[in-house]
């Protein structure tokens, strides 16, 4: 059995086209990225609201990187 066939707790990607690890890692998209894919994929069949509040903090951390990120290379 493949392990995209095999899912730890819940179905909740089994009924996608392709998962979001599939398209995450095709794409080299780094992980905060990938967390905010992955959060915003699932949100209506998994965590509900909770998900959306943890897709939006890891854009927060994000900005507040690239922000930081930014500030030092001036």
Not at 10 to 25: A, V
Not at 26 to 35: C, L, Q, R, T
Request: proline share 3%.
């Amino acid at each position: 059995m493949s392990a995209l066939e095999k899912q730890i707790s819940g179905d909740h990607y089994k009924s996608l086209k392709i998962q979001p690890i599939e398209y995450i890692h095709a794409n080299g998209i780094p992980f905060a990225e990938g967390s905010v894919i992955k959060y915003v994929t699932r949100w209506r069949d998994k965590g509900g609201l909770a998900d959306l509040e943890k897709a939006k903090h890891f854009l927060e951390l994000l900005i507040e990187l690239e922000r930081k990120t930014a500030r030092e290379q001036e």
